[in-house]
């Protein structure tokens, strides 16, 4: 009898009281650490999956589980790109779900604040340990049974950084654990690092639909809308996730933990954890300074962080798109920041060769495309392609129509939260620090939205408390990351509204605290908007590469240039403080602080960040809004 090779896989069992003996199908379960073994035995006699899988972050682990979603139809080759793959969702499960996200804790204004008798909290929702138990109890037992529970563990940051957290996210989804391979660092080096009883971020996930199940499920999407709840436990640094496989609500790593967990440990241990862009801009004179900026989503954080500068001589490096840890050093008083995350999440539509190459080449290879279209040809497709797709190049939409390009200007290809998930060593201007455990120094800090009317182009702040002012009254235009529909001006303090693990109250005051230690080298503070437009609803400033003129300002303020002046809002630039050269705009327009309009603003900014604070509105902001009141009292 010929010798052939015979693949095999060596089963273990541990043996569940109530459940009985449950393969390990990967792994180790005895050489994992005592506490990680202590949950994880709970979390199998909870959810009852069929078997267990412990995750090592190896490339022939993420083969085989492509090779399942492939074949399982989850996951559809790009043939035209190196190892990239198409994923489309059931269509009820696509964007973030605030209305279903909670924050735990005995106390229920340790999660938001004393809002006013009548008014809806907006920053924040609390659920009292009792009724989320009530809650879970109806989901969680038995919602894995006949599904393998895989266990990923993660570092958020690089691992062994003092500025890093460590994570292990169980889940019954092996689209979750592909993109989580990709978004964090997933390695069986973790276990070295968790030591006796030393404290990691538990993240429990499951799509909800156990086996057998009576629900049809679409495009092998496994989801249960109807009972989608996310749930997170500061107190005990702990996420659990159920009915969603949508990468917002069940990459735990991301704004579960990243934002509103690591918020929390960031309050209690003195740092920040914070949705902004890490960036470096280097002049032709070859200084570089890094700045971090936090935008609300979809408003841009992406493509600036991968800014192509159209001045010549300037060059822009990327270290993170989405989520800055950040913290004093003791030595240096120097703002360290680091990127927790490996990968970028970007949203698709509107992303080309024009608004954001380097995103672009980043996906070419090794990503993952989640509803966005298809060509015939095998290549992604999604609305701001147009001009670099051939007309008549067949189609396939993310709900699977075909149609030819070009043909029919109703179509839609993409899902307008379609995302792609690719690792960030791929973009081409990576910085080489993008690693570094120590972190990036930070010089300023800027804030910014979508604001169609009445707000400058560029605003420095003119101290820290006015810094945190102009941060705390952030507005922008409505996106399509989370459920919202239809365009109205939010408020977004900070871009953190959907993301503060605490008290907001707190959390500004948090900020505040930071002026407290003469050490703290504290980073100029800054607000822009790239999006005001002109009577005929025509944006005034071009952005995309030209912003690199106001970055190139903000980096030259830094350096204490005399190149601000005083108006009621803040420091904007002295006329022709900015390089226009070879572009068309109208600087007063651009500039100008319109009397009615900013007195109506505060008015309704206090209004509202009273009516959502109440008693926890910090003393300091009040006094802002009041000094800003008379100064646009004054305005002729």
């Not at 992406?302 to 004093?328: H, S």
């Amino acid at each position: 009898m010929e010798d052939v090779n015979v693949p095999f896989v060596e089963v273990h069992y541990i043996t569940i009281q109530q459940v009985g003996n449950v393969p390990i199908t990967k792994g180790d379960f005895q050489s994992l650490p005592h506490q990680v073994q202590t949950w994880l035995a709970q979390m199998i006699q909870l959810c009852a999956p069929r078997a267990v899988y412990i995750c090592d972050g190896s490339e022939e682990e993420a083969e085989m589980v492509t090779n399942k979603l492939v074949e399982r139809g989850t996951l559809t080759k790009l043939t035209k790109y190196e190892n990239s793959y198409i994923c489309w969702t059931d269509p009820r499960d696509v964007a973030r779900v605030e209305s279903k996200t909670f924050i735990v804790t005995n106390n229920k204004y340790a999660s938001i604040p004393h809002s006013r008798e009548g008014v809806k909290c907006v920053l924040g929702q609390w659920m009292s340990p009792s009724d989320m138990k009530q809650e879970l109890d109806d989901r969680l037992p038995g919602c894995m049974a006949g599904r393998m529970l895989y266990v990923i563990p993660f570092s958020m940051g690089p691992i062994g950084s003092p500025l890093s957290k460590i994570g292990v996210q169980i889940t019954d989804s092996n689209y979750v654990l592909l993109s989580m391979r990709i978004m964090t660092r997933v390695s069986s080096e973790i276990w070295k690092h968790l030591r006796h009883n030393e404290e990691f971020v538990k993240c429990l996930h499951s799509t909800g639909v156990p086996r057998p199940h009576t629900q049809k499920i679409i495009n092998n999407w496994p989801c249960n809308p109807e009972k989608i709840l996310i749930c997170h436990f500061p107190d005990i640094r702990k996420v659990i996730s159920y009915g969603s496989g949508y990468g917002g609500n069940s990459l735990l790593g991301k704004k579960c933990f990243a934002l509103r967990i690591a918020g929390r440990i960031a309050y209690d241990e003195g740092w920040l954890a914070e949705h902004m862009l890490i960036m470096s801009i280097t002049n032709p004179k070859g200084e570089e300074k890094f700045i971090a900026a936090a935008f609300p989503s979809a408003c841009g954080k992406t493509n600036l962080a991968m800014l192509t500068p159209t001045m010549p001589g300037y060059t822009v490096r990327c270290i993170g798109d989405d989520i800055a840890w950040m913290r004093f050093d003791k030595q240096t008083g120097e703002l360290r920041a680091i990127n927790p995350e490996t990968g970028f999440f970007g949203v698709a539509p509107g992303t080309n060769m024009k608004t954001n190459p380097n995103a672009i080449l980043t996906c070419l290879k090794n990503s993952i495309f989640t509803n966005v279209g298809e060509t015939a040809d095998g290549g992604f497709y999604w609305e701001g392609l147009e001009n670099e797709t051939p007309p008549g190049t067949e189609i396939i939409s993310w709900t699977g129509e075909r149609y030819k390009l070009g043909e029919d200007k109703t179509k839609k290809s993409s899902h307008p939260n379609a995302r792609f998930c690719c690792p960030a060593r791929q973009c081409p201007i990576i910085h080489d620090k993008w690693e570094d455990p120590a972190g990036v120094p930070i010089s300023a800090i800027i804030f910014g939205g979508r604001r169609p009317e009445g707000v400058p182009l560029v605003i420095e702040s003119f101290d820290w408390k006015h810094g945190i002012f102009l941060a705390s009254q952030l507005k922008s235009e409505t996106t399509a990351a989370a459920e919202h529909t239809g365009k109205q001006i939010m408020h977004d303090p900070f871009a953190m509204r959907p993301f503060v693990g605490y008290n907001f109250g707190h959390y500004i005051q948090h900020w505040l605290d930071f002026e407290k230690d003469p050490k703290n080298k504290l980073p100029k503070i800054f607000h822009v908007n790239w999006f005001r437009l002109d009577e005929n609803k025509k944006f005034l400033w071009p952005g995309f590469g030209d912003n690199i003129r106001v970055l190139d300002w903000i980096v030259r303020r830094t350096n204490g240039e005399d190149i601000a002046e005083i108006s009621s809002v803040g420091l904007i630039p002295k006329k022709d403080s900015i390089n226009l050269q070879g572009l068309i705009v109208d600087w007063n327009k651009l500039m100008s602080v319109p009397k009615d309009y900013w007195k109506e603003d505060i008015d309704e900014t206090l209004s509202w960040l009273d009516g959502q604070l109440g008693e926890d509105l910090p003393h300091d902001i009040r006094i802002q809004i009041e000094q800003q009141k008379q100064r646009i009292s004054q305005i002729n």
